[in-house]
């Protein structure tokens, strides 16, 4: 699951782990190596939202990918 970031805030980089392609879940599927809600909590951080367990409906940490 690819997610790509562009601006002039971004970090350039991979964040996560490469996924597996042997390691398959039940159903056949990759299994996804970095929460696409931590990508949610970077952004919200980002635009100065201070709960973002709230809006996300628990915890997960951001990602380094803004300045």
Not at 8 to 14: F, H, I, Q
Not at 20 to 49: H, M, Q
């Amino acid at each position: 699951n690819a997610h790509f970031l562009i601006g002039p805030a971004v970090k350039g980089g991979r964040y996560g782990e490469a996924a597996s392609l042997t390691k398959l879940d039940a159903t056949n599927n990759v299994v996804p190596t970095l929460d696409f809600r931590s990508l949610y909590s970077t952004g919200l951080t980002w635009l100065g939202v201070q709960d973002t367990q709230t809006v996300l409906g628990g915890h997960y940490d951001p990602v380094p990918a803004l300045a």
